[in-house]
């Protein structure tokens, strides 16, 4: 890359940070969450939610457990402020539900705000003006006290407007772009803003460190966070926010080392939509915290639900990969990660297991209302015998014998690798079908009489290329005493090695499964099965399946 020159650090990190929460390894509660999805998240899409989109949204969001909704910036447009209106005035607003408005600081902003806000019952007024180097310079052109007289006149607007307002209200103060600001400065404007509006125990005032856009890896602002929440006056009243965007891809991380730090609340959205890269993806903060044991209060036991919304509301897809929420997620592809899952689903069924630790997959896929059999196992040329048993066994009520498992798996493979694709379930059972299942051709049972005497003898007549045959053979069981006519009437010899069966699990169970394994004189496996409803009919027919693929050969 030749331009890297032209780019240097922008941060300002803090100096001797003390780093306590270096000590710390999980989030181990949940934050205050609140969703910017229908603010921060709508803003930067290609065609903006519609009125009845977003009211759509709203309600799915309160649905899954936000308490604190940014609905937009009422005084931007005529689409935001019918927006707020219609919330308040179709009484859609659950009273334990806060919605949170932006607001720049500009006298005529502000008043049109509180306006968008008559008849709310809680409500956040979120305040913002610029403070990083780049913005005071390139966009303001105002120095550092002129920045701060901005943020201050707006808080103090604010507090006149709250004044005459009837509705419960909080503040909240943004120093945007903070991670491009000197923390010193920071600092200051905070704590101004804090000063004019004078938080306390039943009136507190949250302080968002917005990740505008995000300079530096998360440990740097995570020192930044923990530098504010140590500095900050009267920080037993303030609620210190996060608001990372995903720039470097680490809006996730922001997050968790930044709740470390010792911030209380999150904004961010679903799926981590909003400007550029995103805001940070709410969904898969909430399950990385889950997935070690801590409640994060919200619900995402219906993720395909929250997808779909999600998709058509905004018109933006979920990718395959996305954490906890993508299609391929939890899908196992490769033979040795099948294998591996398989075992440790029995192995925590056998174990009566209280707690989670199945290789490779770091939740329960049906804890987001994904299904084990259509979403993990999946087969291509690269799947195994573990992942095809396991699909047989649990759709398709088919316990194939183990010594089975591997050659049905290659089967199955070379279909796949020929077809240059994925294999649907029902594909696997299709191939299953052919390959095994009461095969009848070239020979053909056609009756079989038995006497016991001495053990069990067979007198079995068999049908091949039109022509019948006739044996009597004796053996120390039915199948045994047919297998023993067989051979003696065709000519071949093999030895059955395996014989198993069970009762239909699936489809008509009334009848019984029955495998055959026999291996010719070259010492090559050959395989059948038998459905029927009588069991030992079902078990002639594993073992003519078998003889008939060894005879096919
Ligand atoms: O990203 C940002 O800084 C914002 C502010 C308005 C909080 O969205
Ligand atoms: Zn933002």
Known sequence: MKNFEKYTRQYFPVKNPPMRWAQKDYVDHAPIWCSVDLRDGNQALINPMTLEEKLEFFKYLVKIGFKEIEI???????????????????????????????????????????????????????????????????????????????????????????????????????????????????????????????????????????????????????????????????????????????????AVADSEMGLLAGA?????????????????????????????????????????????IYERVTGMKVYERQPYSGKLVFAAFSGSHQDAIAKGMNWRKDKNCEHWTVPYLPIDP????????????????????????????????????????????????????????????????????????NIQSPVTLKEAHYTQKNGITAEVTVEKDEIEYKETAQGNGRLNAVSSALMKMLGIKYDLHTYTEHAMEHGDTSKAVSYVGITDESGKNYWGVGIETDIIDSSLKALFSAVNNMIAE
């Open 366 to 437: 049906e804890d987001v209302g994904r299904e084990y059999e259509a979403d993990v196992i999946r087969i291509n040329s690269q799947s195994g015998k573990g992942g095809i048993g396991y699909i047989m066994e649990h759709q398709f009520g088919m316990n194939m014998p183990q010594k089975m498992r591997e050659p049905f798996g290659y089967m199955v493979k070379h279909v796949s690798d020929n077809a240059h694709r994925e294999l649907m379930p029902s594909e696997v059972y299709d191939i299953f079908v052919k390959e095994f299942i």
């Open 264 to 308: 209380d609340r999150i904004e961010g959205t679903l799926f981590g939509n909003g400007e550029r890269t995103g805001n940070v993806d709410i969904i898969t903060l909430a399950m990385n915290m889950f997935s070690q044991g801590v409640d994060p209060e919200l619900n995402f036991e219906n993720m395909p639900e929250a997808t779909e």
């Open 72 to 250: 937009g910036f009422p005084a931007a447009s005529e689409t935001e402020y019918e927006f707020c209106r219609t919330l308040i005035e179709r009484d859609m607003i659950p009273d334990d539900v806060v919605i949170q408005v932006l607001t720049q600081s500009r006298e005529h902003i502000i008043k049109k705000t509180f306006e968008a806000l008559e008849g709310a019952k809680n409500v956040i007024v979120h305040l913002y003006n610029s403070t990083s180097v780049a913005q005071r310079e390139q966009v303001f052109k105002r120095d550092k006290k002129e920045i701060i007289d901005i943020a201050v006149q707006g808080a103090a607007l604010c507090k006149q407007y709250r004044e005459k307002a009837s509705g419960r209200y909080l503040f909240e103060y943004s120093p945007e772009s903070f991670t491009g600001t000197e923390m010193e400065f920071a600092l200051e404007i905070c704590n101004e803003v804090i000063k004019i509006w004078e938080p306390d125990e039943n009136n507190k005032v949250i302080i968002n460190l917005p990740v505008t856009v995000s300079h530096s890896m998360p440990h740097v602002y995570a020192n930044q966070v923990e530098f504010m929440c140590d500095n900050l006056i009267n920080r037993e009243n303030l609620i210190i926010s996060l608001h990372p965007h995903n720039d470097r891809g680490c």
